[in-house]
């Protein structure tokens, strides 16, 4: 049993984030098997190393130690490179030139719940540039464009059918079996011109890489696994259980979370909390030492 604890060195941990860590950690130490620690620092412009450090102190505190070495995705872009050249290679990747602000108007506009908040709803990729002409598709990219590379959630759908694997499932042990459907998140960005990789890339990698058996994240990431699996699929990979954990909510209903104004682990020792009392805040005894 293999499992990780994958944070995105952009702030500090809240409980929120040790609850999540603390269910990679009990299903790796009940079963005899390993627990890591892997940061998903590829976004520069967001991560910052101090907060590496903090989250490294911070996990240390409340018990959640990690076996083995820290694996830093800034550090292996090689390897996403070369995931990324494969499914070039596929046929299963196209280059997007669309702004954000162009994505966004067009679904503001097709969105049938104006009053809705844009942040919440799912940003499905409205596939304005799915199949350019290969002409037009040469001459904006020798003209220097900027742009982003999609899955082409059909294209992938139908080699992954004449290769007789399609339909795609994994499982998850609080849904059971799921079959994987493309359309949740659409043709997501995979890479773009500058940074030849994106989370979901480098997660399906890694995980691989690194023999991760057991997946577990919030809930909120279940629809990404749609993504991950078919990634797995057209790369050959091996497919982790996964278990997608319901989140942490506070005394308002509200989930934790950095924007919502959760208060950091480190604050909360600053005031000082020991880690017993920290986990008792989210209902919980400290990890056993072993
Ligand atoms: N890095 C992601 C996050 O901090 C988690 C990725 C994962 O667990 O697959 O939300």
Request: with cysteine; aromatic share 6%; net charge neutral.
């Amino acid at each position: 049993m293999v499992t990780r604890f994958a944070p995105s060195p952009t702030g500090l941990l809240h409980m929120g984030h040790a609850y999540s860590a603390r269910m990679g950690f009990e299903a790796a130490r009940a079963a005899g098997g390993t627990f890591l620690l892997r940061i998903e620092d590829i976004d520069t412009s967001r991560c910052k190393p101090q907060f590496v450090d903090a989250i490294v102190e911070d996990l240390r505190f409340v018990g959640l130690t990690f076996d083995g070495p820290i694996r830093k995705q800034s550090e292996h872009l090689s390897d996403y490179a070369a995931a990324l050249e494969t499914l070039e290679q596929l046929g299963v990747l196209y280059p997007c030139f669309c702004t954000r602000a162009e994505i966004a108007a067009e679904l503001a506009h097709s969105q049938s719940a104006p009053q809705a908040d844009p942040s919440e709803l799912p940003q499905v990729y409205p596939g304005r540039c799915r199949d350019r002409k290969r002409d037009e598709v040469e001459r904006r990219l020798l003209a220097g464009h900027s742009y982003a590379l999609r899955l082409h959630t059909e294209r992938s759908r139908e080699l992954l059918r004449s290769r007789g694997q399609w339909p795609l499932t994994f499982t998850d042990q609080h849904q059971g079996t799921v079959t994987v459907d493309p359309a949740l998140l659409g043709d997501v960005v995979l890479a773009r011109k500058e940074v030849r990789t994106s989370y979901h890339l480098a997660v399906v990698v890694d995980d691989a890489l690194q023999g991760v058996t057991l997946v577990t994240r919030g809930q909120d990431l279940l629809t990404s696994t749609h993504v991950h699996r078919q990634l797995q699929a057209l790369l050959g990979l091996p497919v982790p259980e996964y278990a997608h954990h319901p989140l942490l909510i506070d005394q308002s209903g509200q989930r934790l979370a950095k924007r919502r104004g959760s208060e950091s682990i480190r604050s909360l020792i600053q005031k000082g909390r020991t880690a017993d009392e920290l986990w008792a805040s989210i209902g919980l005894r400290a990890p056993a030492v072993i």
